[in-house]
């Protein structure tokens, strides 16, 4: 067993590059045959099965009333996301010259702020109630409802 952290040790890495190109192919294929687009999938479909593990340890944790663990688990991907990962493809794909930019359209960065919004005011004053648990989840299904549909159209 390593005693070295993963970030420590890049033969752990190795494994997980070949799938990243089966990945993509797979989401291409399955959107042709499906009918979804590959915006649905990469936005609503592909996160929530990236980071099962992580909400699944996040509910867990927050049945056990360690909320800060939870909230620290929920919403650490996220941030890590938005300031690392996303400005680092962009920098990778200027380097290697694929065209990826932060030019989002109108609706995902409306949905973006929306969402971003909404949950600094449901965790803001550190207190959780169930209500406030249904509306982020009533603001992610309307959300993957758009996508779904403006993929369509």
């Not at 045959?33 to 340890?57: D, M, R, Y």
């Not at 909230?71 to 680092?88: D, E, N």
């Not at 989840?137 to 159209?153: E, P, Q």
Request: hydrophobic share 50%; net charge negative; aromatic share 10%.
């Amino acid at each position: 067993m390593h005693s070295n952290p993963w970030w420590l040790d890049p033969t752990r890495l190795w494994p997980a590059l070949p799938g990243n190109r089966y990945l993509t192919g797979s989401i291409e294929e399955f959107s042709s045959k499906s009918g979804l687009s590959q915006s649905f999938l990469g936005i609503i479909v592909l996160p929530i099965a990236g980071n099962a593990c992580e909400h699944i340890t996040a509910v867990v944790v927050a049945m056990k009333d360690k909320m800060d663990l939870s909230l620290g688990v929920a919403v650490g991907s996220s941030i890590q996301i938005a300031i690392f990962a996303i400005p680092f493809v962009v920098i990778v794909g200027w380097v290697t010259g694929h065209d990826f930019t932060l030019d989002f359209d109108p609706f995902a960065t409306l949905a973006l702020t929306v969402s971003v919004i909404h949950a600094n005011i449901v965790t803001s004053d550190a207190r959780s109630h169930w209500l406030m648990g249904v509306g982020l989840i009533t603001n992610y299904i309307i959300i993957a409802l758009v996508f779904l549909y403006k993929g369509k159209g």
